[in-house]
């Protein structure tokens, strides 16, 4: 019998490619640093063959899939419900993530499992040329209501405005969890989604959704501000909970019109990648298991520091089940 999860995730189950580059490589293959590439089977293959003679290394990636399947790796009954394809891609996926004890919502497609190669150069920031092959078709028919409406919290990214099918299957989502009381949290996820969709997106945070995560940069492209006390303070009656991430500054929570600092600690960073998932991972741990709100800014701060000391998007299992027995047994 599937277990019943207490966190649905929605989102694009990706395998990450991983591989180690320097500043001139992105200028050599014409990319925007820092930032998430939409691209095209064709151009991958572009990045792969000039990278040809470096390391890669495989992971099961996606930023709510990373979320969920740390989520399950600190104890939480968490579901990936996502599209992946029927190739050796989505094997390594499922054989992946099943190790974490992630509940799989995954369902397959008749394409290509989509897949991100994250570049990361010296100074950690990493910037991640995506495919998103079969998650472009995950859509309202692939949601399982029953196992939704039985769960806790709904999870997703602002990812999933890429495509009108992914949308309805939010907005489906989003319809279930309202009628069965189930908290809604949104992750506006990138800079790039940010800017495409703002207005709905702050539509979506002012009338459906309980918990938000952002960062300062997409603070600023949502309320119009550099400042991060001003845009947090625009956010603050629009909704019940959010962590906001600020870097080196740490982050702010606001909890039903009170806001709070979380200072960072002095950290050396390897790779950035994965720091908001990890952050998000930390926060939704804690809450669902009813931490007030201080205590889930600082395990979510905790998580996303210890990510980017290492390299990929994702802790192995004996490291996450570690923080587990540190912070939830």
Not at 55 to 81: F, R, V
Not at 144 to 173: C, E, H, I, P, R
Not at 262 to 268: D, F, K, R
Request: glycine share 10%; hydrophobic share 40%; charged share 20%.
């Amino acid at each position: 019998m599937l277990q019943t999860p207490k966190i649905y995730g929605i989102g694009n189950p990706l395998i990450d490619i991983v591989i180690s580059v320097q500043d001139d490589d992105l200028t050599q293959l014409g990319i925007d640093k820092g930032i998430m590439h939409l691209v095209d089977e064709n151009r991958q293959d572009e990045i792969l063959s000039y990278l040809k003679n470096s390391k890669s290394i495989y992971h099961p990636g996606g930023s709510a899939p990373n979320t969920m399947l740390a989520c399950a790796g600190l104890g939480i009954p968490s579901l990936i419900a996502g599209k992946i394809g029927q190739d050796n891609f989505s094997d390594i996926y499922i054989k992946q993530a099943d190790e974490y004890g992630v509940i799989s919502g995954l369902v397959r497609g008749d394409g290509p499992t989509g897949s991100s190669i994250i570049l990361v150069t010296p100074d950690g920031e990493r910037t991640m040329n995506t495919h998103l092959g079969m998650c472009r078709e995950y859509s309202a028919t692939d949601v399982d209501q029953d196992l939704l409406s039985k769960s806790k919290y709904l999870y997703f990214t602002g990812y999933m405005w890429d495509t009108d099918a992914q949308k309805g299957a939010v907005t489906l989502a989003m319809d279930i969890a309202k009628e069965n009381g189930i908290t809604i949290v949104f992750d506006v996820a990138d800079p790039f989604a940010v800017d495409r969709n703002k207005d709905e997106f702050l539509a979506m945070i002012g009338n459906d959704v309980n918990v938000v995560f952002a960062n300062q940069s997409e603070c600023a492209i949502l309320f119009e501000t550099d400042d991060y006390n001003a845009s947090t303070n625009q956010l603050l009656p629009m909704i019940n909970q959010a962590g906001i991430k600020l870097g080196k500054k740490g982050s702010v929570v606001l909890d039903r019109g009170e806001k709070s600092m979380i200072p960072s600690s002095p950290i050396l960073a390897t790779d950035s990648t994965g720091a908001g998932d990890m952050y998000a991972a930390g926060f939704l741990a804690s809450i669902s298991n009813g931490y007030p709100i201080i205590k889930a800014g600082e395990i979510a701060g905790f998580l996303a520091e210890e990510i980017i000391q290492i390299p990929g998007a994702q802790f192995d299992v004996e490291k996450i089940q570690s923080f587990k027995t540190k912070y939830f047994s």
